[in-house]
């Protein structure tokens, strides 16, 4: 039964790699191999493969030679965004690239990129998966960033100030951090001259590839994690970075080997606490409706009712205007579309970025028509700074501290003190 099982696995990640698009490099044939459980990311399927012909169950903890990633295309159904194969460095992984490179024939195939694990030197895009690095204990392992006035890590921003002086001359670089400039227009020359094994960014529907970047040959791990609808699918992703940045066979320049493991038990955890939190949730009438974005220009972006979080506001017990929507990402609504439903939006809970809270005046001045919701008449205006509150470095991975936020505004403080949000 096991290795029947075990073909099948084989077999489902033949057929997704056959769907691939992108990559860099021809990758061998489709193999059987254990396919690690996600319970709910649904973009993100990985199998690890053993040294023998019939590879033992991954939760045993046996090693593997090396283990394929292959991400979903969040945008066109039925192909995939990239596959990565990811090899322990070391000579027993040499053998493993020699080998793949002698098994690679004219059958179905993928285009793909290799990734040599551990990834010590890498280029991260993204403040939250820089966060996330650091709960894994492999932060290290961060040598450039982009968009650095917007992380909201005090290391990050010394060991950036750290490079700073190293260039003028001050220090040596030791561990420093490299400001890569703009993710939409990052710093080429900085980015050479970090000599990264990975670049970590965010991917986007109808990007058309990543210009420069592209000609480096130096893998970019699309984290398309952003694009799960299930808030614990996002978080599930870190089982993937962890195996990226470390491997249990120990230590390399400072990169603790148990990122994995440890990606695993922080998932575990987080997991139990938001499962939790949603059955305390449940016991309770239901709650006051949440609305929790403002207008942008002539535009009023909200969640759709299956987005992370239209999901959240669910799973919270919370009442949403649009809880009935369908869809998994953003709503351009018109403001009229919102105001129509403005008597019904109990709470008003929205992020802004610098400076201090913005006072109901300069709301009103901002937009007239903010005054028609419920929540306006009543005080029940809740912000957060992001630039002072690493709100997005925290909640992207953790999605039952968002979950708390929401059930408190929902319910009141019986769950505790509102941790992001400042009424």
């Not at 973009?43 to 939760?59: N, Q, Y």
């Not at 793909?112 to 492999?138: K, N, W």
């Not at 028609?372 to 992001?386: E, K």
Request: aromatic share 8%; proline share 4%; net charge neutral.
């Amino acid at each position: 039964m096991k290795k029947l099982y075990i073909l099948l696995c084989g077999a489902t990640a033949a057929l997704l790699m056959a769907a691939c698009q992108g990559g860099k490099t021809a990758a061998a044939d489709a193999e059987a191999g254990d396919t690690l459980e996600m319970k709910y990311a649904k973009l993100l399927t990985i199998v690890k493969h053993g040294d023998g012909e019939e590879a033992s169950d991954a939760s045993e903890g046996i090693d593997y030679q090396y283990a394929e990633a292959i991400i979903a295309n969040p945008w066109k159904a039925g192909t995939m965004l990239h596959r990565y194969i990811l090899i322990p460095k070391g000579e027993e992984g040499d053998k493993t690239v020699a080998m793949l490179a002698r098994r690679r024939s004219t059958g179905a195939r993928c285009t793909t990129d290799t990734v040599r694990t551990p990834v010590e030197r890498s280029a991260v895009f993204i403040a939250p998966h820089c966060q996330l690095m650091y709960e894994l204990g492999c932060q290290q392992a961060i040598r450039g960033v982009c968009d650095l006035d917007y992380i909201n890590i005090p290391d990050v921003k010394k060991r950036a100030a750290s490079a700073g002086n190293a260039a003028a001359g001050k220090t040596s670089a030791g561990n420093s951090i490299v400001d890569c400039g703009s993710s939409m227009a990052p710093d080429i020359e900085r980015i050479i001259a970090l000599t990264p094994e990975a670049i970590l960014l965010s991917p986007f529907e109808n990007s058309g590839g990543y210009g420069k970047l592209d000609k480096l040959h130096v893998p970019i791990i699309e984290a398309a994690d952003y694009m799960e609808s299930s808030p614990l699918g996002r978080a599930e992703w870190m089982k993937f970075y962890g195996m990226l940045f470390g491997n249990e066979e120990g230590k390399s320049n400072g990169i603790s080997g148990s990122c994995e493991p440890k990606a695993d038990s922080l998932f575990a955890k987080i997991e139990k606490e938001y499962l939790k939190l949603k059955a305390e949730a449940a016991g309770y009438p239901k709650g006051l409706s949440i609305l929790t974005e403002r207008k942008t220009g002539n535009v009023w972006y909200v969640p759709g009712g299956q987005s992370t979080i239209g999901i959240l506001l669910k799973d919270a017990n919370a009442r949403y205007i649009f809880e009935d929507d369908e869809h998994s990402g953003s709503l351009a609504m018109s403001p009229e579309q919102i105001l129509a439903k403005g008597k019904q939006v109990d709470v008003w809970a929205f992020k802004y970025f610098g400076g201090a809270p913005l006072s109901q005046a300069q709301l009103l001045q901002e937009y007239d028509g903010y005054k028609a919701l419920a929540a306006f008449s009543r005080g029940n205006i809740y912000q957060v700074d992001t630039s002072t509150v690493p709100y997005f470095e925290l909640t992207s991975f953790h999605p039952e501290l968002l979950l708390r936020e929401f059930i408190i505004l929902a319910h009141g403080e019986r769950f505790g003190k509102l941790r992001f949000y400042k009424k």
